[in-house]
């Protein structure tokens, strides 16, 4: 089981969206991943030393380094095929280097 | 006010146009509606402001067609608002908002889709519905939507549209 976080502002719209994006897609393309959506300002380093990738809409500082892969996952929110899939790629491609 | 079905996310009494110059400016408007209406709390104003300085919801249209004007999504926590919906706000003047995914940058928005969700478990995917709105719905109706001046049109067509989508 590969283990997303993601991450936005409200932890309400954004974040979820890209929960339900994520796991629909890389189930698809045959990977078990399960993906939980926090608001950034809940994230501790312990925390996400338990995931194994971190996607936030933007490039986030924590406030800390991060000590696992990260991938902006901001272009999926427009739904749109075209911006969504170099996303999903470079998280596919997270998944395989783990 | 009672959510009928979990389908339904605009109320014709609560979709705006605005003259204001400013986010400060239309967010204390929406704000003032809601509060009287008891769909949001009074703490929602202040983390509104702070969570858009902070996490903008700007999103650049100019990216899927240069003919369509950009957006913005603001929202706060679940725990400042009492319901699900989304307020439409067409505005008279454009306003700067900040870039969702990027926010270094910066543009001029025209139209906001507040989101109010009381329920961020549930499985309304609001935001996801918007964009679905916008990425779907032509060029020229989004173009002669953008334009609409009464509240009653553009109550009707978002309606139209967003039930449309969603038996897709």
């Given at each position: 089981m590969f283990k997303i976080l993601a991450a936005c502002g409200a932890g309400v719209n954004s974040s979820h969206q890209i929960k339900d994006a994520l796991e629909t897609e890389m189930k698809n393309r045959g990977y078990d991943v399960q993906c939980d959506a926090v608001m950034v300002?809940?994230?501790t380093e312990d925390m996400i030393g338990n995931y194994d990738l971190f996607t936030p809409i933007s490039k986030t500082d924590l406030g800390f380094n991060i000590s696992i892969p990260e991938v902006?996952?901001?272009?999926?929110?427009?739904?749109?095929p075209a911006m969504a899939k170099p996303v999903y790629d470079q998280v596919e491609e997270a998944i395989k280097n783990s | 006010m009672t959510v009928e079905t979990t389908d339904k996310l605009f109320y014709s009494e609560e979709v705006f146009i605005s003259n204001a110059n400013s986010q400060v400016e239309v967010f204390e408007e929406i704000y003032k509606k809601l509060y009287k209406e008891d769909?949001?709390?009074?703490?929602f104003l202040a983390n509104l402001e702070e969570r858009e300085k902070n996490y903008p919801t700007g999103i650049d249209m100019s990216v899927v067609s240069t003919q369509i004007p950009n957006i913005a999504i603001p929202h706060t926590e679940?725990?400042?608002?009492?319901t699900t919906m989304v307020v439409p706000v067409k505005l008279k003047n454009e306003i700067t908002f900040n870039n969702m995914i990027d926010p270094s940058k910066n543009f001029k928005v025209k139209f906001l889709f507040m989101i109010l969700n009381?329920?961020?478990?549930?499985?309304?995917?609001i935001l996801a519905r918007i964009m679905d709105f916008m990425s779907r719905t032509s060029e020229n109706e989004l173009i002669t939507f953008f334009k609409l001046e009464d509240t009653e049109s553009i109550y009707k067509f978002l309606t139209r549209k967003f039930a449309q989508y969603a038996q897709d």
């Open positions: 300002k809940d994230i902006d996952a901001g272009p999926i929110l427009y739904r749109m | 769909l949001v709390t009074k703490e679940s725990e400042f608002v009492k009381d329920n961020p478990e549930g499985q309304s995917n």
